[in-house]
């Protein structure tokens, strides 16, 4: 009896035991089925999988192509070096995936790992050489086929979908060979097709070849010897930093409002006539309403001003000095503004709470407004550059603020608030020591959110005259020139991502040290 | 002291009163529990005193530090929250902030320099038997019940006189919950804060009472007294009924082992040799005796058949005790202690573990029928 079992498994057994491994991969592709054949792993398996896929390969670019692959007389040699080929090339790949995978912490063997992959890579092989023999059979071009819109453009998907589905296998294959978690997988084969990338671009240039990436890179850097570049990314970063600013302080106040109990009018709130009356001023005076005698003097010091910000707007901070002189050329508009929301703070320091609901709302549908309708709304009341720009940029960037600060702040316990009251804190100390602070990385996600939102929209204010990373894009499409609205749209979405990551490090230097690896 | 008189709330928009006609003193240093079933006002009551809630009707007056009676409602609420004390069930700590700054919340809003602060809020940790390397932690790093201690701490930070406490003790197990009521008896001991103590366990209550306010449905006072004369003499048929058909049992509670254990009890020494040991218990007629050492530590017990015949020193034979009862436990959980371990006798030990005397089931049967003697007379 021992001796059957033995002679089964050296012979018969071998190639069953081979097939069901195949089909066990193809029918169940899961984590256990991986751990399961990864105890069954041997090197000589791994090399028939792969010698099985050579052979298929072999056949067929001997059929397909004779001329550049028969080199001897004998079709055997042919095969057997393209065998030879799918072999060396299958363990290389294997070797760089398994060394990458040991350094990011796998603990499995190369004998398993390849084995696994050589599981996922030859029955895949086989079929993807079968779909490529089919279609040379039918006459058919792969351009045809991959034509989305073609006849039998359909293929596309099943393409997509069994690339996915190999890249799931080859997820599984790895995360089972090496016990790794999925994150360190994803890294594994990351850092394999980034490095490949990068060696692939970097062969790119040093070949001079030429195409989309080595252009779009020539152009990016003339434009950056030509200081147009930086221009454009200079104005884009203060316009959303300046008004991503503003709008940090009205989103916060108006947010904290909402969350305070109503409150009937005192006399402590005629201060509020302070800032109505100067912006009143502001706002009446240049238009007259009031007289030369006081008009004149308004508009004297908002030239001064103007002038002397104009005259210094150079350098890194020339466009926040742009900015600021477009603002201060416009006092009616900046006191209507001023008006506007001093009205809008005492009511809802009036209505707190009650108001939270409405307030919420409207903002809500602010929000929907599309950027490029609100630059024009506002091209009425303060015409075109960046004034208009800077107004419809708060005025987004605020929403997420003040939504995340109303819900940060309503989120903290209620029973931390009432200890903070049942000790003798004042409605203000509660605020700054307590709710405030607790609610910080609530707020600050809303920043994130309200400044990687305004990256994008500031590119649309270059639609009214504003000198920023939109250019590039308004003007590509103007004169047709791919290159200069893909640097636009480039240069847009690196700023973006960049932005969001260190504001992702503000975030976290900002939340108090106590809220970290809570719960 | 805390006085409450005629104090009345109405919410807005209900015709009922929360609170109705309330009138007690809770002396100073004595700790009062408010106690009653759910929706009887009795948070309500507690947050008239620090004016988390205003009275709708009525006076509170507050003993002050500088000895003075002072009418809350004439306060700065502000300036009179300061100076209560104040805990409740779910602590509310500041979970920004380290323990160091929770405790110093009210001594900063005192304005008391970072020094004063920290030594004090060592000390804190010191009463509450907690190292010092706590105050730099923040509170997610402590435990439910290390929490509980540091809400209590941050209520006695700016030593009020006056402490209003929620059911602090609601939110933690049991035998947790046990431990920290037993500490707070021995920290009250050395603090004598002016206490009012809301809960809704009627077995809390008693314990931690010097005095019982019972409330019924809206806020009306059925009881004040203190816990004996509440479980000997109710008032009336809600406060039998809320107190419980084992309100015979409860009075357990209220006396300490030390009140009824012998207190000559009858040892034998380590030092003794078996011969002696033998003859000492056929003198006292025993089957066992108990064993101490020469500072009168509890070794053990040895049983007279282990002696019969043999020589040498008695503590070859001693079997350890499995059990003793510390000296200021009450005599409900000495009971159920004794009835867990099966043992009619229990050596009773101070906190050196030296033995103080012994109690058995019998003692513990003959106190309880004395106090009902007493409550017949």
């Not at chain 1, 890579?121 to 059979?137: D, E, M, Y």
């Amino acid at each position: 009896m021992p001796t059957e079992t033995q002679e089964k498994t050296t012979f018969v057994g071998f190639w069953q035991e081979l097939l069901d491994d195949w089909m066990s991969t193809l029918t169940s592709p899961d984590l256990e089925t991986y751990v399961r054949l990864k105890e069954k792993a041997t090197s000589l398996k791994t090399v028939i999988n792969i010698g099985l896929l050579g052979l298929v390969i072999g056949f067929f670019v001997l059929t397909v192509q004779p001329p550049s692959f028969v080199q001897t007389e004998s079709l055997f040699l042919d095969l057997g070096r393209l065998i030879f080929y799918t072999e060396a090339d299958f363990f290389i790949l294997s070797l760089i995936l398994f060394v990458v995978a040991t350094l990011l912490g796998g603990t499995g063997g190369f004998i398993e790992h390849s084995y696994l992959l050589s599981l996922v890579t030859a029955p895949l092989g086989l079929v993807i050489v079968a779909f490529l023999f089919l279609t040379h059979k039918l006459g058919l071009t792969l351009a045809a086929i991959l034509n989305p819109l073609g006849s039998i453009g359909i293929t596309t998907i099943f393409i997509v979908l069994f690339v996915l589905y190999g890249f799931l296998l080859l997820l599984f294959a790895i995360e089972a060979a090496h016990e790794m978690e999925s994150h360190q997988v994803i890294y594994t084969i990351g850092a394999v097709l980034g490095s490949w990338g990068l060696l692939r671009v970097f062969a790119m240039f040093a070949a001079g070849e030429d195409n989309i990436i080595t252009q779009e890179s020539a152009f990016l850097a003339e434009e950056w010897a030509r200081g147009t570049l930086q221009q454009a990314l200079l104005g884009h970063l203060w316009m959303v930093a300046f008004s991503v600013l503003i709008a940090v302080v009205i989103g916060v106040v108006i947010g904290v409002l909402i969350t305070m109990p109503p409150k009937r009018p005192q006399v402590s709130h005629l201060f509020f006539l302070i800032p109505l009356g100067v912006f009143f001023l502001m706002w009446a005076a240049p238009k007259g309403w009031l007289g030369m005698g006081i008009a004149d003097p308004i508009m004297e010091v908002s030239n001064t001003l103007k002038i002397i910000l104009t005259r210094s707007a150079k350098g890194v901070f020339g466009p926040l000095l742009s900015l600021l002189s477009a603002i201060v050329r416009k006092p009616a508009a900046v006191g209507m503004i001023g008006v506007i929301l001093t009205v809008i703070i005492y009511a809802l320091l009036i209505a707190g709470e009650s108001a939270s609901e409405l307030t919420l709302y409207i903002a809500g549908i602010i929000l929907t407004i599309p950027s490029i309708a609100l630059f024009g709304v506002f091209i009425g009341p303060f015409s075109i550059g960046a004034f208009n720009a800077v107004v419809a940029l708060t005025l987004y960037a605020q929403l997420p603020i003040l939504r995340n600060t109303y819900t940060g702040i309503k989120e903290v316990e209620p029973e931390i608030v009432e200890a903070g009251r049942g000790m003798g804190m004042t409605e203000f100390q509660l605020l700054r020591d307590v709710k405030i602070p607790i609610a910080t990385p609530v707020i600050m996600a809303g920043v994130r959110v309200s400044v990687v939102m305004l990256v994008g929209i500031a590119a649309i204010a270059s639609y009214i005259g504003n000198d920023t990373l939109g250019d590039y894009i308004f003007h590509g499409i103007q004169r047709v020139q791919p290159l200069r609205y893909y640097a636009g749209a480039i240069t847009v979405a690196v700023f973006a991502l960049l932005m969001d990551y260190l504001l992702g490090l503000l975030q976290n230097r900002l939340t108090p040290e106590g809220l970290k690896g809570r719960r | 002291m805390i006085k409450l008189e005629h104090v009345t709330k109405i919410y807005p928009g209900t015709t009922s009163p929360a609170v109705d006609d309330l009138s007690f003193t809770v002396p100073s240093g004595e700790i009062c529990t408010i106690v009653g079933p759910s929706g009887c006002g009795k948070t309500t009551t507690m947050k008239m005193v620090n004016r988390l809630i205003e009275p709708t009707d009525g006076e509170i007056y507050v003993l002050n530090d500088r000895g003075e009676l002072q009418n809350v409602l004439e306060m700065d609420p502000i300036m009179l929250r300061r100076n209560i004390g104040y805990v409740i069930q779910q602590i509310g700590l500041f979970p920004h902030r380290t323990i160091l700054q929770n405790i110093g919340t009210v001594p900063k809003l005192l304005e008391w320099d970072n020094t004063q602060i920290r030594s004090r809020a060592e000390e804190l940790l010191d009463m509450m038997n907690m190292p010092h390397e706590f105050l730099d932690r923040y509170p997610h790093e402590l435990s439910g019940g290390q929490r509980q201690r540091i809400g209590v701490a941050r209520a006695m930070a700016a030593d009020p006189p006056v402490m209003l406490m929620d059911e602090p003790f609601g939110a933690i197990d049991p035998i947790n919950r046990n431990l920290l009521q037993n500490e707070f008896l021995r920290l009250q001991q050395e603090i004598k804060k002016t206490i009012l103590f809301v809960t809704h366990d009627i077995d809390e209550a008693i314990k931690m009472g010097d005095k019982i306010a019972i409330l019924s449905g809206h806020g009306t006072l059925e009881q004040y007294d203190s816990p004996a004369k509440i479980l000997s003499d109710p008032a009336n048929e809600f406060i039998e009924d809320f107190v419980g058909a084992d309100r015979t049992l409860k009075q357990l509670n209220l006396i300490r082992v030390e009140e009824v254990m012998d207190k000559k009890p009858f040892l034998l020494q380590s030092t003794q040799s078996a011969d002696e040991a033998l003859k000492i218990l056929d003198e006292h007629n025993r089957d066992y005796g108990y064993v101490v050492d020469s500072d009168k530590r509890l070794q053990g017990y040895v049983n007279r058949r282990d002696l019969k015949g043999k020589s040498g020193w008695i503590d070859e034979y001693v079997t350890k005790a499995a059990t003793s009862l510390p000296i200021t436990m009450n005599l409900r959980d000495a009971l159920s202690e004794m009835l867990m371990v099966d043992y009619s006798t229990i050596c009773v030990v101070d906190n050196r573990d030296r033995v103080r005397g012994t109690i058995s089931t019998a003692m513990i049967q003959e106190a309880l029928t004395e106090s009902l003697k007493k409550e017949e007379v």
